[in-house]
């Protein structure tokens, strides 16, 4: 599997920072270049939505500038006097310029659902982003058709699509892009080099197996409800529908327990993590991602005392069994990534969710502790027995049988759900992931044990409803049901900058009859009564067909039919109950 | 200035064995690693792939820069035990000043350093490939890129001087030069040693 690592927003950036370190030598006085050689020959970009991040680190590049490695900013396509971004900064209340998005999840998914649904959006936005206009299409080539889309459209097209295999091929550079775009001697030199190299081949390690092309997507985000919780879900949409059948994969990272560096609170956080994780799920395959892997940082904060680069890199030193591409000689094409894919979905309605369990031992240990250890080392809690299928990307020298017997003994999985892909790997180091299939569908609260997946995601979700309640408090009806919006303080919903419309349709995307309020609590029985995957079944819009308020689709009064008064009230019950433990559990 | 240091180094010709059976070393161990390697895998499964194979999957890139350098290096290193051995008929018959015409040329040097390279140009250019099957530290390979070809230009230069200066000799430039030499080469070996010792553990 060679992904190419989209890193969204601050933290992804961060994550695949430690992707893309150089393997190769490099000169401080001036870069050498060359091919850029990084573990597992993969691509990677980092996608931002504020410049002054970029601005303030020095490892990538502007990509558009020919830096690689390099960032992307997603709004640099608007021009800032933009008929579109006037058009929909007066309809809704969105700027398309935004820096950063201040922890809020529904902003971009409205944003993406303007373009999607508004079809005088679509129309200005074809206009603006066509093909005649070359100052719009400062990456995208000549012969590119129009954009509906702009902003995915201008990240996947102009951005990492050249990395793919499914990216044009106009210039034949488009995957040896300059380091940090430094021209010159250096360059001279590096292109030299490159070609001394490919020139002996096989003396030179074939070189330029880095250059292959990736073949899938790997985004890495931290669901905070920042800019990567905002973006991993339309842009993963954006390309699904351009591309129906590539491999396309998100890393998410559930933030700690307690306030962020950015004074974010956690239950916003856990608001957009909700947010993110919903739209996620409830794409099914051949519309969305393909596989959530998911991480909770709170696990990785605790072993790390809270120093983030090591925490960044843990998260790499995870993933490194499966971008690993030595694979045995006799099982060439195991990892590819279709392949994988395919075994991701298998019988499944709704993509998983996938927790990675890692472990790595210079030592001489046998495979039954290397199972046992990385059981014990997982990145998001769970129960390993509820799988319902096991990936085990294995490094070193390390028997199929015996792993497979070990994975079986420990976790439960019938041998032939367990999937595993062997990798030569380096030296004495034995290194295994197990990525579990849905490991959930338990009861959620069990004795003796801290967490499990059921309850730490009843834990993000009833916080995010708490947050969604106390919001909801601050907004005063009128006798006849309607909201002023300028009379009201500023809450979740009536954001100073949102037009009525928007706060209308985003009051009912929160807390109508078939909002999300209702949805998440649906899903909070679901875990209590421990039921098996899905999760989240039914996709939830802000915006209906004409980039107007959804319609409500049940009366309030059908509100009986989702639940029963009494299970309304043994939700609330547990909910508070549940609350009311974690801020013990602090205190 | 005592030279007392340089007194161990008595006969040349068994320097210029060690120069060699280090390489030659390297290569051997690096065969054996493969076949140790093989061996396990078949232990593990029975094998339906064959060593050569499993020599195509074990090798990674380990980048343009550093490979650019390392063929470099190499094709330093034959030429700076060339020009050490093979200058002045000190140790060999056989020898540069041993050719008036070549010797006495402007391009004498140049035309030497020519012929040796061209006579291990395969040595130099499949010998670095070596290093593609295992994990090299980027401090392993920032040494390799920036000390060893200084470390090896500067036992040539020493070389040349020695040979202007014939049939007058001095021992402790000789040394010098000899000590430059071996010290670029155990670094441009290093890794493989260092891999080795974690592949058969």
């Given at each position: ?11 992804g ?9 150089s ?88 944003v ?56 044009k091929k ?38 330029n ?8 997507l ?46 974010a ?19 099914p ?40 591409p ?131 995601f ?9 947050f969604?309640?106390e919001?909801?408090?601050?907004v005063e ?57 899905p ?38 019950r ?14 | ?29 690096h ?24 020599e ?52 004498g ?13 395969v ?79």
């Amino acid at each position: 599997m060679r992904p190419c690592i989209v890193g969204i927003g601050g933290a992804g950036g961060n994550i695949v920072k430690n992707f893309l370190q150089s393997e190769d030598v490099e000169c401080p006085l001036a870069s050498f270049g060359g091919e850029y050689l990084v573990f597992g020959g993969i691509k990677g970009v980092w996608l931002d939505s504020d410049q002054d991040d970029a601005n303030d680190q020095s490892f990538f590049g502007r990509l558009e500038d020919g830096c690689y490695p390099g960032y992307i900013i997603s709004h640099d396509i608007i021009d800032p006097d933009s008929n579109l971004k006037k058009y929909i900064m007066a309809k809704y209340g969105h700027d398309l310029k935004v820096q950063g998005y201040d922890r809020r999840a529904e902003y971009l998914k409205a944003v993406f659902e303007i373009f999607d649904k508004d079809p005088s959006v679509k129309d200005l936005a074809l206009d603006e982003f066509s093909p005649k206009n070359p100052k719009a299409f400062p990456l995208l080539g000549s012969n590119e058709i129009g954009l509906e889309n702009p902003l995915p459209g201008y990240i996947w097209r102009g951005g990492f699509r050249r990395f793919t295999s499914v990216g044009k091929k106009e210039n034949p550079n488009g995957n040896s892009l300059p380091v940090n775009g430094k021209e010159g001697s250096a360059v001279q030199f590096s292109s030299a080099a490159k070609n001394f190299a490919k020139f002996f081949a096989r003396s030179a390690n074939k070189v330029n197996s880095s250059s292959k092309d990736c073949d899938s997507l790997l985004f890495l985000a931290s669901l905070g409800g920042g800019t990567g919780t905002g973006f991993i879900n339309p842009l993963s949409r954006f390309v699904r529908n351009e591309e129906r059948a590539f491999p396309i994969f998100a890393l998410g990272l559930q933030t700690e327990r307690g306030a962020d560096s950015r004074h974010a609170e956690e239950r916003k956080r856990n608001l957009g993590s909700a947010i993110a994780m919903y739209d996620l799920l409830t794409k099914p395959p051949g519309s969305g991602i393909d596989g959530l892997l998911l991480v909770d940082n709170e696990i990785l904060h605790k072993k790390y005392s809270g120093n983030y680069q090591a925490m960044d890199k843990a998260v790499f030193r995870a993933l490194r069994p499966l971008i690993d591409p030595k694979n045995y000689p006799d099982s060439l094409n195991q990892d590819d990534a279709p392949a994988i894919r395919g075994k991701f979905l298998e019988n499944l309605r709704f993509p998983p969710i996938l927790i990675p369990c890692h472990f790595e031992s210079d030592k001489n240990v046998n495979e039954s502790r290397l199972v046992q250890c990385a059981l014990k080392n997982k990145l998001y809690s769970c129960d390993h027995r509820r799988a319902d299928m096991a990936f085990v990307f294995v490094r070193g020298l390390i028997s199929d049988a015996a792993i497979r017997d070990a994975v079986n003994i420990h976790t439960t999985i019938p041998e032939k759900m367990i999937n595993v892909y062997r990798k030569i790997g380096e030296g004495k180091r034995k290194e295994i992931l197990i990525l579990l299939r849905n490991p959930y569908g338990g009861l959620p609260f069990k004795e003796g044990e801290m967490d499990t997946m059921e309850s730490r995601f009843i834990e993000v979700m009833s916080s995010a409803l708490d947050f969604m309640a106390e919001e909801h408090k601050r907004v005063e009806k009128r006798s006849d049901g309607t909201i002023d919006w300028a009379n009201q303080p500023v809450s979740l919903v009536n954001q100073a900058d949102y037009s009525s419309k928007t706060k209308d349709a985003l009051f009912k995307y929160f807390y109508g009859p078939e909002g999300l309020e209702i949805r998440i609590k649906e899903s909070i029985d679901k875990l209590m009564r421990g039921e098996a995957a899905p999760l989240f079944i039914k996709p939830l819009d802000i915006f209906d067909g004409n980039g107007e308020s959804r319609r409500e689709q049940i009366s309030p009064s059908d509100k009986s039919k989702v639940f029963s008064p009494i299970e309304v009230e043994e939700i609330e019950r547990i909910i508070s109950d549940k609350l009311r433990g974690i801020e013990k559990g602090r205190a | 200035m005592n030279y007392e240091i340089f007194n161990f180094i008595q006969n040349r010709v068994v320097l210029l064995m060690a120069s060699i059976g280090l390489i030659l070393a390297f290569v051997i161990l690096h065969r054996f690693c493969m076949s140790r390697l093989y061996a396990k895998l078949d232990r593990i499964k029975k094998s339906s792939f064959k060593i050569d194979q499993l020599e195509e999957v074990c090798s990674k890139p380990q980048g343009s820069n550093f490979n650019t350098m390392a063929i470099v290096s190499w094709n330093l290193l034959f030429m700076s035990i060339g020009m050490l051995f093979f200058l002045t008929p000190e140790i060999f018959g056989l020898s540069l000043l041993k050719v008036p015409q070549l010797a006495s040329s402007r391009f004498g040097f140049l035309g030497f350093g020519i012929f040796f390279s061209f006579i291990t140009f395969v040595l130099y250019i499949s010998l670095p490939g070596i290093y593609g099957f295992y994990e090299i530290s980027k401090k392993i390979k920032t040494y390799i890129f920036y000390y060893v070809p200084v470390m090896l230009l500067i036992s040539m230069i020493l070389s040349v001087y020695l040979t202007t200066i014939y049939p007058l000799r001095n021992d402790s430039i000789w040394s010098l030069s000899y000590i430059f030499m071996i010290l670029g080469e155990i670094l441009l070996v290093s890794p493989i040693f260092s891999g080795v010792r974690g592949r058969l553990k």
